[in-house]
């Protein structure tokens, strides 16, 4: 972990964006999300569940490394996915296109077309 990082950590604990700064320095060095980097995508989970500035880059990073992320992880990008889906689909559908892990892009696509067949068939109907 990088000593800015570690300062940013110290000044503020439940600040998401320096978690995930601890989870893609962690994956850049392994190639995989290892234990420590699957921790600090939880943990900011845990301080930031829908966190508005940094839902994109980390949906992004976890599909990006599905096949390395843990099942806690895994269910909690998901959550993330169906809960802010509605607002932002066109963005969503993007990140499930470009996942550099296959596993990621597949289930990626699959959780986007689920939720834009729902979101369609509940759409109510046109005034006449």
Do not use: C
Request: hydrophobic share 40%; proline share 5%; glycine share 4%.
């Amino acid at each position: 972990m990088s000593a800015l990082t570690q300062a940013s950590l110290a000044r503020r604990p439940l600040d998401g964006a320096a978690l995930l700064r601890v989870a893609y320095l962690s994956a850049l060095t392994r190639g995989e999300l290892d234990q420590t980097a699957n921790q600090a995508i939880l943990r900011s989970y845990a301080v930031e569940p829908l966190g508005s500035e940094i839902t994109l880059w980390r949906l992004g990073f976890v599909l990006d490394h599905w096949s390395s992320a843990s099942q806690d992880v895994r269910k909690a990008a998901l959550e993330e996915f169906r809960a802010v889906y509605p607002r932002r689909s066109w963005d969503f559908d993007a990140l499930a296109r470009t996942a550099r892990d296959p596993d990621g892009r597949m289930v990626g696509s699959l959780t986007a077309r689920r939720l834009r067949r729902t979101m369609e068939s509940t759409a109510p109907e046109p005034a006449p």
